[in-house]
């Protein structure tokens, strides 16, 4: 994978995010992504996004002021 940003080498890594929710604030632990080489831009496969999507919708619901959850501890293996 090319970074969308400079276009240098990507290697495989894994990265934490704190998402604004509104009601709270979730953080995901553990997230598989790619990172340039370069500039540290952060992506995400297809099947990773829609895993965080489902992720943060069962979160909204749950309403916590904080919640983390471990990505690799929920994820089904892709
Ligand atoms: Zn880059």
């Known amino acids: 994978m090319k ?3 400079c276009g240098n ?3 495989k890594s894994t990265t934490t995010e704190a998402i604004e929710l509104g009601s709270g604030v979730l953080v ?3 997230i598989p992504c790619y990172k340039c080489e370069i500039c ?3 992506h995400f496969t297809g ?3 829609k895993q965080l999507e489902q992720i943060i919708s069962a979160a909204k619901q749950r309403m916590e002021q904080l919640s983390v959850v471990d990505f690799s501890s929920i ?3 892709a």
């Open 28 to 30: 995901i632990r553990n």
């Open 40 to 42: 540290d831009e952060i």
């Open 9 to 11: 080498a990507t290697y």
């Open 3 to 5: 970074c969308i940003r």
């Open 75 to 77: 994820a089904t293996a």
């Open 47 to 49: 099947d990773v996004v």
